[in-house]
């Protein structure tokens, strides 16, 4: 089963991020409508999703780093 745990949408730059359920692991996705990019990074433990996210929201919030930047990590 695959299902969006939790989201954010960087409107200004059109950026989607979100955590993602898929089966026993866990996906941090990005997606950008304006070069239709796509990643995603897996991990075994939620709570190791969770700190990319956390991290990417952060910069968000603060406005550090460029959209490739996050994305890349």
Do not use: C
């Amino acid at each position: 089963m695959n299902f969006t745990i939790a989201s954010v949408d960087d409107i200004s730059r059109e950026v989607h991020y979100g955590i993602v359920q898929d089966g026993n692991k866990y996906l941090v996705v990005a997606h950008s409508d304006k070069n239709g990019r796509n990643v995603s990074r897996r991990f075994d433990e939620l709570t190791e999703a969770y700190k990319v996210f956390e991290k990417i929201v952060y910069w968000i919030v603060f406005g550090l780093y460029a959209d490739k930047d996050r994305m890349d990590f």
